[in-house]
T-cell receptor
Framework: EAGVTQFPSHSVIEKGQTVTLRCDPISGHDNLYWYRRVMGKEIKFLLHFVKESKQDESGMPNNRFLAERTGGTYSTLKVQPAELEDSGVYFC????????????FGSGTRLTVV | SQKIEQNSEALNIQEGKTATLTCNYTNYSPAYLQWYRQDPGRGPVFLLLIRENEKEKRKERLKVTFDTTLKQSLFHITASQPADSATYLCALEKGSGNTPLVFGKGTRLSVIA
């Protein structure tokens, strides 16, 4: 089966610009998560969707970040306007309903804000 | 606050030996604990999941233990190979299944031929 797909793989933008990251989860996975790794730090949770609904958005840094999941399929994470501290690697992960499943991660989008 | 510590930032071992990685946590009572492998430029890859009522779990050359009294998990790779060289991440689930993960910083394992 196809894995979790993220694009772009890299993005370099200027401070104040807008960037949209996309994630295509594994087909049929109801759960979709966004995580971020800032250089030198651990991977941190941002947001969890169950189908098209936001289940938990306690990790979103501020209102410059907006996540959507259209029809319970792919998801987008928009940063507007981007700040220098938003630089990092953004990972998307998906999992099926039920317990005892690990999460399947995408390869991530490396975002650099200059 | 909740904290996860993976005791070694880096670990070097000889090929064929057993690698043991440690994950300790505080202020937390996870129902599930997971271990992931991450290679440079890639996302984490799921290896094993262990529940709070399980003491040990095995998969091929991998073994995970979970001691909720000590608040510790040990991850073992037996008969290690150079291909096992990677960063290994410990992650706890905030709830019981399909809940966000809290990650440690990881241990970079190097298996030397």
């Amino acid at each position: 089966e196809a894995g979790v797909t993220q694009f772009p793989s890299h993005s370099v933008i200027e401070k104040g610009q807008t960037v949209t990251l996309r994630c295509d989860p594994i087909s049929g996975h109801d759960n979709l998560y966004w995580y971020r790794r800032v250089m030198g730090k651990e991977i941190k949770f941002l947001l969890h969707f169950v189908k098209e609904s936001k289940q938990d958005e306690s990790g979103m840094p501020n209102n410059r970040f907006l996540a959507e999941r259209t029809g319970g399929t792919y998801s987008t994470l928009k940063v507007q306007p981007a700040e220098l501290e938003d630089s990092g690697v953004y990972f998307c992960a998906s999992s099926p309903s039920g317990t005892d499943y690990g999460y399947t991660f995408g390869s991530g989008t490396r975002l650099t804000v200059v | 606050s909740q904290k996860i510590e993976q005791n070694s930032e880096a670990l070097n071992i000889q090929e064929g030996k057993t690698a043991t990685l440690t994950c300790n946590y505080t202020n937390y009572s996870p129902a599930y604990l997971q271990w992931y492998r991450q290679d440079p430029g890639r996302g984490p890859v799921f290896l094993l999941l262990i529940r709070e009522n399980e003491k040990e779990k095995r998969k091929e050359r991998l073994k995970v233990t979970f001691d909720t009294t000590l608040k510790q998990s040990l991850f073992h790779i037996t008969a290690s190979q150079p291909a096992d060289s990677a960063t290994y991440l410990c992650a706890l689930e905030k709830g019981s299944g399909n809940t966000p993960l809290v990650f440690g910083k990881g241990t970079r394992l190097s298996v030397i031929a």
